[in-house]
């Protein structure tokens, strides 16, 4: 009987061994968030902070046109209706989006979306976001800069 409760123990030992090395090798793997889940923190933030019937002219990954995206931000602005535009910027440690928030009212906020302004290791699906009041917006279709504005109240 005794040979056989020592086995028991045994065999529990071995179990929780190979699960906690499975957690320690899970965890380390997940060492930053995956694209998808900078995605979603992406666009929770930014329905956070657009009005509610604004239209989504475009969240325009590094690489791709924006063409459409500027056309309908531009398009929205001459029509004072709510609309919301982000695109990803190169951020020197972290990923950075730079975007434009308008509203019915013709208020246009600048927003900046940084995942580790602080560049620390990033651990969490989250962005740290700068607003500022915009004047005379410039939405540039190339380089490496998407949105500019005048902060200055005229």
């Not at 086995?7 to 179990?15: K, M």
């Not at 957690?23 to 694209?35: E, N, Y």
């Not at 929770?44 to 791709?64: F, H, I, N, T």
């Not at 995942?115 to 607003?131: C, D, H, I, N, R």
Request: charged share 20%; net charge negative; with cysteine.
């Amino acid at each position: 009987m005794k040979s056989n409760a020592n086995f028991g123990l045994f065999v529990v030992l071995i179990a929780a061994v190979i699960g906690s090395v499975a957690l320690i090798v899970t965890s380390a793997s997940r060492g930053s968030p995956s694209k998808a889940e900078m995605r979603e923190a992406l666009e929770r933030k930014l329905d956070s902070l657009v009005p509610e019937e604004a239209v989504v002219c475009g969240v325009v990954a590094r690489g791709m046109s924006r063409t459409e995206a500027i056309s309908c931000a531009s398009n929205s602005i001459s029509r004072r209706q709510a609309f919301a535009v982000v695109f990803q910027v190169q951020g020197e440690d972290s990923d950075v989006w730079s975007g434009l928030v308008g509203d019915s009212n013709g208020v246009l906020q600048e927003l900046v979306f940084d995942s580790s302004p602080f560049g620390a290791p990033q651990k969490k699906a989250e962005y740290f976001v700068t607003a500022l009041d915009c004047q005379s917006p410039e939405i540039s279709d190339i380089g490496p800069g998407a949105v500019r504005c005048n902060h200055e109240k005229p």
